[in-house]
Structure formats: structure tokens, C-alpha cells
């Protein structure tokens, strides 16, 4: 029988938290992407999961920045109860 190392520990992010690249314009807080939380999870032993960033998937990348209240129409929410969803079922599979 084989040895198996894994944690059984796993973070699921949107993957615009990590990836600066695919957030508005004029917001990115890093160059390219959030070293130290990648740092942090592997510290940890956490394995990654990247979800879609909503708003990229919903608006796309030359979108203009939105506040609260523009999101919070029926599509946009609608739209991530869908990924929530998915995500959710992927996340049984790891209990």
C-alpha cells in the first residue's frame, strides 16, 4: 500500500483574489499575483482550489468598476448562486 501524504486540507478562492491580472483596472494591488497568500497556504498545507472571479466571468476584463448596489442585481446573483453551486458539489469531494 502507498503512503498518502495529503492534508486533506483545501481553500476554495476566486481566482481574481490571487490573479491581480483579472482584476478592474486601477485596482490591482500587486504586479502579478498574491505571493503571500500562496506562502500562507502551502505553510499550512492547504491545497487550492480557484474558483472563477464573478465579476470577470460576468462582465469581463474591460469592465468599469462597480459599487455594491450595481451588483446586487437578480443576474449577477443568479450567476453566482450557479458557481456556488459548483463549487459546493466540488467541495463534497473532499469530505
Same mark, same amino acid.
Given at each position: 500500500? #502507498?503512503? @498518502? $501524504?495529503?492534508?486533506?486540507?483545501?481553500?476554495?478562492?476566486?481566482?481574481?483574489?490571487?490573479?491581480?491580472? =483579472?482584476?478592474?483596472?486601477?485596482?490591482?494591488?500587486?504586479?502579478?499575483?498574491?505571493?503571500?497568500?500562496?506562502?500562507?497556504?502551502? @505553510?499550512?498545507?492547504?491545497?487550492?482550489?480557484?474558483? /472563477?472571479? /464573478?465579476?470577470? =466571468?460576468?462582465?469581463?476584463? #474591460?469592465? $468599469?468598476?462597480? =459599487?455594491?448596489?450595481?451588483?446586487?442585481?437578480?443576474? $449577477?446573483?443568479? $450567476?453566482?448562486?450557479?458557481?456556488?453551486?459548483?463549487?459546493?458539489?466540488?467541495?463534497?469531494?473532499?469530505?
Amino acid at each position: 500500500m #502507498r503512503n @498518502d $501524504f495529503r492534508s486533506y486540507k483545501v481553500a476554495f478562492i476566486s481566482h481574481c483574489i490571487i490573479n491581480q491580472n =483579472s482584476v478592474v483596472y486601477g485596482l490591482a494591488r500587486k504586479e502579478a499575483m498574491l505571493k503571500e497568500l500562496i506562502d500562507l497556504l502551502y @505553510d499550512y498545507n492547504i491545497g487550492l482550489i480557484q474558483l /472563477p472571479c /464573478p465579476e470577470t =466571468s460576468y462582465l469581463g476584463l #474591460r469592465r $468599469f468598476w462597480q =459599487s455594491k448596489e450595481q451588483y446586487a442585481s437578480m443576474g $449577477f446573483k443568479s $450567476f453566482c448562486r450557479k458557481i456556488a453551486e459548483q463549487a459546493s458539489t466540488l467541495a463534497l469531494e473532499y469530505v
